[in-house]
Nanobody, 115 residues
Framework: QVQLVESGGGLVQPGGSLRLSCAAS????????MGWYRQAPGMQRELVAE???????NYAASAKGRFTISRDNAKNTVYLQMNSLKPEDTAVYIC?????????WGQGTQVTVSS
């Protein structure tokens, strides 16, 4: 089974930045889509940013203009650059790969934005 390993979470002050990474544990062929989701306590999991199978990037309204999704195809890695962080961004961030039309999820990395 494909394993997705996330890193880059942590504690940051409001207005700060973090970059999250999600790398597959093995070489992957046939990645259809990549994305980042987040889930705060008591809240539904929501899409933050994604690359569609067509290669375009989509963002949640709350993320657009502050977050940037990027990828390194050679490393099977997706990144999420988060700038101008707000307390309401606090959540567990989880990456998702769609590989040959099957969804794989990372373990999640905690992002806490607090003064």
């Amino acid at each position: 089974q494909v394993q997705l390993v996330e890193s880059g979470g942590g504690l940051v002050q409001p207005g700060g930045s973090l970059r999250l990474s999600c790398a597959a544990s093995e070489t992957i062929f046939g990645i259809n889509a990549m994305g980042w989701y987040r889930q705060a306590p008591g809240m539904q999991r929501e899409l933050v940013a994604e690359f569609t199978s067509g290669g375009s990037a989509n963002y949640a309204a709350s993320a657009k203009g502050r977050f940037t999704i990027s990828r390194d195809n050679a490393k099977n890695t997706v990144y999420l650059q988060m700038n101008s962080l707000k307390p309401e961004d606090t959540a567990v961030y989880i990456c998702k790969f769609l590989i040959r039309f099957r969804a794989y999820w990372g373990q999640g990395t905690q992002v806490t934005v607090s003064s």
